[in-house]
């Protein structure tokens, strides 16, 4: 039987059935999936008890194998799962390749995607060769001559064919390319980038479809619809904002309601009496049951703990509130909800120009109880923000590294283990370093010459610390203490030069220590000021930037 039209799935998808709805064929499957055309001949994958093969449109086997799952012809080549793997086969039913793999796609352009057993992924060509030799945590099918690729750290680009990068812009999602734009996901929302990585306009979005002859459809933080052109501007408002900006700004202003009750159930120590009835954790955190049962339906409407029978259990989330979490943010609770808090009272002063007077860190030194809850806090962010980043650090092996105000030196710890052939050293104030247990430590102050000469030295969240003349004695240090052609390595939050991302982090710095977060180009004038300049910038998967430094006379 010839059929010119592709034939149709059954309303049962059990058979195949002609555009005028006669059954194709005579037999009947447990499943069938759609034809698709081999040469000539339409081909369809079916189903028929634990067997799985491909059919032709008489509805019979068109090769003697057997499989448990097989999948629609795509470039001639059909992905089969066998008991040994996932694999292509040819229209004979022959084995392309004697490779197995976890999972296999369809080939596209030439091209598919497999998973091998460490689940990583990467492309084979039509006779089942890798394309290339990179391996990737993930990676899609190609369109037009590229492919998205997502890296061990969670951020993705795009690839050509031979696997080179198209452009070295990294996102945290990414889409193919659809009429000259792909989707992008940056740290701030949905965009669209051109084939050199580059957003086309400045605006972020909730969500954003694929341009449509020069158009697309953006949804907004608000909940807004918009059509937008190809330059970003907005072309029709589809749907007004619909969040309701009454409630969302009350909300807003009760943030503290959110920060106290979390502050008091840490105080009380709920969270490292869980589980519990309420009738125990009354008794054992002294509160009155009644005022103890709101308090955790409060924590309960955060999410923090459940009610598992008559006993409160943590939740997932609840779990940081634990001393015995590896990131606890038990100690970051109580600096939020006392000091901190405390000096945010004085915003409305500084923003008139009042100086930031008490610095933190000495307040902090001359308390070894708050040095340790302190520093405790600043170890929970350290691993939560750095460790992700640690494979994008360009160190070499046979570096001498400083962590130079380090803590009590998280990210020393985690640079020595992923860099063992360097030699890793912790600098910070002397209350610190005491309570350090990290082998290569030494007290140093920031204002003050540094011991020692580094190939690279780590700055993390440092200069945010200081206001600009501090921040610039710090990197004058600094670099007087490099090796020739050494780097410092800032880790930073940059705020965005047009968006206004971060700016309640800064207003928390010019609370709580008198800095400040900064743009790019802000620190490339603070870097000038010291003989500096910026070398390149890398986006990390967190909310820190790299941005690397190198002397001015240094051309290398
Ligand atoms: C925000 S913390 C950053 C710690 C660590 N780099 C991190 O990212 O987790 C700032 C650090 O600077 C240290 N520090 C403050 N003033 C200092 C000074 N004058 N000399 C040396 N270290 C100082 C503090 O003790 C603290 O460890």
């Known amino acids: 039987m010839s059929i010119l039209e592709k034939p149709i799935i059954s309303d049962c998808g059990r058979f195949h059935i002609e555009a005028d709805g006669s059954p194709l064929y005579t037999p009947r499957f447990d499943e069938v999936l759609a034809f698709h055309k081999v040469g000539k001949r339409w081909i369809a994958p079916v189903k028929l008890g634990a067997e799985a093969f491909h059919i032709d449109t008489d509805g019979l086997p068109i090769y003697g194998q057997r499989f448990y799952r097989c999948f629609g012809f795509y470039n001639d080549l059909a992905a089969v799962v066998g008991e040994d793997g996932w694999y292509h086969i040819d229209e004979s039913g022959s084995a392309l390749y004697s490779q197995r793999y976890e999972f296999s796609g369809n080939y596209q352009e030439k091209v598919c995607v497999v998973m091998d057993s460490d689940g990583l992924y990467f492309h084979l060509n039509v006779i089942g060769e890798p394309v290339y030799d990179s391996r990737w945590r993930y990676c899609g099918d190609f369109r037009d001559g590229v492919a998205v690729v997502q890296a061990g750290n969670g951020l993705s680009t795009h690839i050509l064919p031979d696997g080179s990068l198209l452009h070295d812009i990294w996102f945290s999602d990414l ?6 734009y792909a989707r992008a996901k940056t740290l701030q929302g949905w965009c ?15 969500s954003v479809e694929p341009f449509y002859n020069g158009f697309a459809r953006c949804e907004t933080d608000d909940g807004a619809l918009l059509i937008i052109d190809e330059s970003g501007h907005v072309a029709r408002q589809l749907r007004e904002p619909t969040s309701d900006t009454f409630s969302e700004l009350s909300a807003e202003m009760v943030g503290y309601w959110k920060t106290y009750t979390i502050y008091t159930s840490v ?6 009496r869980l589980p519990a009835s309420i009738e125990q954790l009354s008794l054992s955190c002294q509160c009155k049951s009644q005022r103890l049962k709101r308090l955790m339906r409060g924590l309960t409407e955060l999410g923090l703990v459940y009610l598992k029978g008559n006993r409160y259990v943590v939740s997932n989330k609840g779990s940081y509130l634990c001393l015995s979490h590896e990131k606890t943010l038990v100690d970051a609770s109580i600096e939020y909800g006392e000091d901190l808090l ?9 923003i008139q120009g009042k100086r930031q007077e008490s610095d933190i860190f000495s307040v902090v030194a001359t308390n070894p109880e708050r040095v340790r809850s302190h520093h405790r806090m600043l170890a929970s962010y350290a691993l939560h923000d750095y460790s992700a980043a640690l494979p994008l650090l ?17 990210l020393a710890t985690l640079l020595q283990d ?9 600098g910070d104030l002397a209350p610190v370093i005491a309570q350090s247990s990290f082998p290569a430590k030494f007290v140093m102050d920031l204002f003050s010459e540094w011991p020692g000469v580094y190939d690279v030295i780590v700055l993390a969240r440092v200069l945010h610390d200081w206001a600009d003349t501090d921040a610039i004695s ?6 007087q203490a490099l090796s020739p052609n050494g780097e410092i390595y800032l880790l930073e939050m940059l705020l965005s030069e047009n968006e206004s991302s971060g700016a309640l982090c ?21 870097a000038c000021q010291a003989e500096l300049q910026i070398k390149q910038v890398i986006e990390l998967p967190s909310l820190v930037s790299l941005v690397i430094l190198k002397g001015i006379e240094n051309h290398a």
Do not use: C, M
Not at 194 to 201: F, H
Not at 342 to 350: N, T
Not at 420 to 425: E, G, K, S, V
């Open 474 to 479: 710090i990197l004058h240090n600094s670099k």
């Open 394 to 410: 360009p160190i070499e092996p046979g570096q001498r590294v400083l962590d130079a105000a380090g803590g009590t030196g998280t």
């Open 175 to 180: 889409d193919v390319f659809h009429k000259g």
């Open 418 to 426: 992923h860099f063992p052939d360097t030699r890793i050293f912790l």
């Open 267 to 272: 105080k009380l120590g709920v969270f490292e």
């Open 192 to 206: 669209h980038v051109d084939k050199q990585g580059n957003a086309i306009y400045s605006e972020r979005y909730a």
């Open 342 to 350: 405390q000096r945010w009272k004085s915003l409305p002063e500084l």
């Open 506 to 526: 800064d207003l928390h710095l010019l609370s709580v220590t008198g800095g400040q977060e900064r743009t790019l180009s802000e620190l490339g004038v603070l």
